[in-house]
Nanobody, 121 residues
Framework: QVQLVESGGGLVQAGGSLRLSCAAS????????MGWYRQGSGKQRESVAE???????RYADSVKGRFTISRDNAKNMVYLQMNSLKPEDTAIYYC???????????????WGQGTQVTVSS
């Protein structure tokens, strides 16, 4: 059993900052890519940022220069520092980890339950 638990969401004024954290726990053998996705009201879930095991990152154009993704491989954690937040960043933010639970198993996507981020104008 694998669990991903996000924390750090909340209500912030436009221009403010939040830091999201995601902890992966349970029967984890190896984690590959970790990332953050978001889903606004009435919208499809979209990728926000991803980070590989060696620290290579990729960002959505809408957050480049404002958000920074990082990870702690020893703790199986991934973070998202969000600065200069805008009302359009309002969404539920989900953590994703591509991982396997045994040496000979395959890598699969695992998702957290999400954390609400609301940016007021």
């Amino acid at each position: 059993q694998v669990q991903l638990v996000e924390s750090g969401g909340g209500l912030v004024q436009a221009g403010g900052s939040l830091r999201l954290s995601c902890a992966a726990s349970g029967s984890i053998f190896s984690i590959n890519t970790m990332g953050w996705y978001r889903q606004g009201s009435g919208k499809q879930r979209e990728s926000v940022a991803e980070i590989t095991t060696v620290g290579s990152t990729r960002y959505a154009d809408s957050v480049k220069g404002r958000f920074t993704i990082s990870r702690d491989n020893a703790k199986n954690m991934v973070y998202l520092q969000m600065n200069s937040l805008k009302p359009e960043d309002t969404a539920i933010y989900y953590c994703k980890a591509v991982l396997k639970t045994s040496r000979w198993g395959d890598f699969y996507n695992h998702w957290g339950q999400g954390t609400q981020v609301t940016v007021s104008s």
